[in-house]
């Protein structure tokens, strides 16, 4: 783990110990020590009963960025491995997502029911040791994927603050892929309805234009 004065951080992309994701975790009424054994017991018990799809969001963009400790853990599973995990509790529930309380852990389940969201746990997927557990995170482009992916609904939502924090995101993640953003985003295309394909595709174009016109 590397951290930097302003207080950002990159986890190392090859595993790191589940007691340093714990301290990483910005929750300031949790025990470190308790997170990372409640997230050992919540990788352990999604990956044997093989429910655990993917790690994404933060903690997945931490191996390949600097960043701040996420806040929550973002995973892709589908909702049946609910029923393995006793005393969780259903915060909020989307279409796409559940927010989640589980023993000290904020947990955000991105549903597998989602066919995009399965898409990225079954092709854009890397390994990722915790504590010799192996475990599937996000490819560099199945962040931007699954970034890409919300904005169309995000727009709706008037939320310009998080449109504009996904974008700074995809242009730090895009130099780590060898694929163009066009490229990347045409993945998209039948996953989404007609007007939110054409809003990803503006997006993707602009950000591209960007690059080009900002690279040295």
């Known amino acids: 783990m590397s951290t930097q004065p302003n207080g950002s951080t990159t986890l190392p992309a090859h595993g790191c110990s589940i007691d340093i994701v714990g301290r990483l975790l910005r929750d300031p009424l949790a025990d470190p020590a308790t997170l990372s054994q409640d997230l ?122 998080q449109v504009a924090q996904y974008k700074d995101d995809i242009r730090n993640l895009h130099p780590q892929s060898k694929f163009t953003l066009s490229e990347i985003a045409a993945i998209l295309q039948p996953y989404l309805p007609t007007s939110d394909w054409d809003d990803v595709r503006r997006h993707a174009t602009a950000l591209e234009s960007h690059d080009r016109t900002t690279r040295p």
């Open 40 to 161: 050992f017991t919540l990788v352990q018990t999604l990956k044997r009963h093989g429910y655990l799809g993917a790690i994404v969001g933060s903690l997945a963009a931490l191996t390949y960025l600097q960043g701040r400790g996420p806040r929550d853990i973002d995973i892709i599973a589908p909702e049946s491995a609910l029923e393995h995990l006793p005393g969780i509790i259903i915060e909020k529930r989307s279409d796409r997502i559940l927010t989640c309380r589980y023993r000290s852990l904020r947990v955000d389940l991105w549903l597998a029911s989602d066919p995009l969201y399965q898409l990225v746990a079954q092709r854009f997927t890397t390994p990722l040791c915790f504590n010799e557990i192996e475990i599937p995170r996000a490819t560099v482009e199945g962040l931007i994927l699954i970034k890409l992916y919300a904005m169309p609904t995000l727009t709706r939502l008037n939320d310009h603050a």
